[in-house]
């Protein structure tokens, strides 16, 4: 796979990767208006003609790709075409499944002490007790308001967004050649969160079988993504790269992250800075390199619109040995850069 990302020095700077034996996870920061969607459209359009699969995720029916994208695009309303995927994963033992949805649960809803070990138990339950895997979550419903602990109403309320919804449907995951885009915008955030946790799990789940192609998760405006170590988001960022499971993740600011979420963004092997705010340029400067130098502020601050700086390893021109320095590089194919004086 070779993946042009733009060109210095008149010549193509490129990715090359062998997708399933490296990391090719790929972060784009930088302020409103700088070039990130055109980078991160020119990165997707290379990697739809190396034929890797793309999901994303729409929040507020504002994701408007390129029109010449959209011949590869599969569209899923998902409040009106429920998700095929196994909600409980692929475990027979009801013990097995109902600790792993809990954990996703627990991942993006704060559970209590008490509400926790309820759930599972409760949970594992229905499970049993269902003859149908989408009956569990309604036969879980009863158990709750059924339940004498002190905990089951606190659960009970904790869970609001799943009762009486039809997220789901049970049935192998399907991820359309091309670009799945999940359209969540008629849903509230904290219904949207549950969504993307148990379909990111979903998906680090498919990428441990044998015959999973490459695929990469597109989130654009990840600061309205849960990230840390324990969400299924932060587990394909630590463990995705081994199954060729790939993120291709987009912020307009890194001053919004916490310090562990930085260093779960610094498990992509490739991180493109456009011109960060002021305030936020020393810190930018720090990821690239944890010395941080003058040097790299003043190179951050200099970015015009459409120039970027890459940290990871790449190739410029014919060259067969990649350079791991920061790199200046302009979005631009190195036909359309005016040649330097």
């Not at 704060?110 to 036969?139: H, M, V």
């Amino acid at each position: 796979m070779k993946l042009k990302i733009g060109s210095t020095y008149q010549k193509a700077v490129t990715i090359v990767e062998k997708l399933k034996e490296g990391n090719a996870s790929i972060f784009i920061c930088g302020k409103s208006g700088v070039g990130k969607s055109t980078l991160s459209y020119n990165i997707t359009r290379g990697l739809l003609e190396s034929g890797v699969r793309i999901v994303a995720i729409d929040h507020r029916h504002a994701v408007s790709l390129p029109v010449e994208l959209e011949p590869y695009v599969h569209r899923q309303d998902v409040s009106q075409e429920p998700l095929k995927l196994h909600l409980f994963g692929a475990s027979d033992n009801p013990a097995d499944a109902a600790a792993s949805f809990v954990d996703t649960v627990a991942s993006v809803i704060r559970l209590s002490d008490g509400q926790k070990p309820l759930l599972i138990s409760l949970l594992e339950k229905a499970l049993r007790d269902s003859p149908a895997p989408n009956e569990a979550l309604e036969r879980l419903h009863l158990e709750i308001q059924n339940s004498r602990s002190l905990a089951a109403p606190g659960l009970e309320k904790a869970l609001t967004p799943l009762w009486g919804q039809k997220f789901f449907e049970n049935g192998d995951f399907e991820i359309s050649p091309g670009i799945t885009l999940l359209e969540l915008g008629s849903f509230p955030s904290s219904t949207q969160h549950i969504v993307e946790e148990v379909v990111f799990a979903a998906l680090l789940r498919e990428a441990t079988h044998e015959d999973f192609p490459p695929t990469f998760l597109y989130l654009d405006e990840l600061s309205n993504f849960p990230l840390h170590q324990t969400s299924a988001l932060g587990k394909i960022l630590n463990e995705g790269r081994k199954y060729g499971l790939y993120c291709l993740l987009v912020a307009q600011s890194i001053r919004v992250f916490k310090s562990e979420q930085r260093i779960l963004l610094q498990q992509c092997k490739y991180i493109m800075y456009f011109q960060p705010a002021d305030e936020e340029v020393r810190m930018c400067a720090r990821l690239i390199s944890s010395s941080g130098g003058t040097k790299l502020t003043s190179i951050l601050k200099s970015l015009q619109v459409g120039e970027f700086m890459v940290s990871g390893p790449v190739y410029v021109g014919d060259s067969d040995t990649p350079t791991t320095k920061p790199l200046v590089v302009h979005s631009k194919s190195p036909e359309d850069v005016v040649p330097a004086n």
